[in-house]
Nanobody, 122 residues
Framework: QVSLAESGGGLVQAGGSLRLACAASGRTAGSYSLGWFRRAPGKEREYLAAVSRFGSDDDYADSVKGRFTISRNNALNTAYLQINNLKPEDTALYYC???????????????WGQGTQVTVSA
């Protein structure tokens, strides 16, 4: 069993930055790739990025390339999502998932966190 806990969300003005964290815990937490997703009000879940088990590979949705950066600290079993130049349309619940690197890109995960809210004011 793996538990995921997101943090770092909040209210920020457009143009600002945030760094979200996803802490994975459990005996097998280090065995999984970690991905970030978001769900905006009235919209479907959206894949953002994923980082492989050892942090050697990463992947991004085309819509966030250049503004979002995913990274991983394996010693802490924590994945981060750096978001720059935030826009009002980035307002959403951001949450992470743990699973295989390829399946995360298909919105599939073995475990999901509860999410952290990001609200961007104009």
């Amino acid at each position: 069993q793996v538990s995921l806990a997101e943090s770092g969300g909040g209210l920020v003005q457009a143009g600002g930055s945030l760094r979200l964290a996803c802490a994975a815990s459990g005996r097998t937490a280090g065995s999984y790739s970690l991905g970030w997703f978001r769900r905006a009000p009235g919209k479907e879940r959206e894949y953002l990025a994923a980082v492989s088990r050892f942090g050697s590979d990463d992947d991004y949705a085309d819509s966030v390339k250049g503004r979002f950066t995913i990274s991983r600290n394996n010693a802490l079993n924590t994945a981060y999502l750096q978001i720059n130049n935030l826009k009002p349309e980035d307002t959403a619940l951001y949450y992470c998932g743990a699973g295989s690197f390829l399946r995360l890109g298909r919105l599939e995960a073995d475990y999901w966190g509860q999410g952290t809210q990001v609200t961007v004011s104009a």
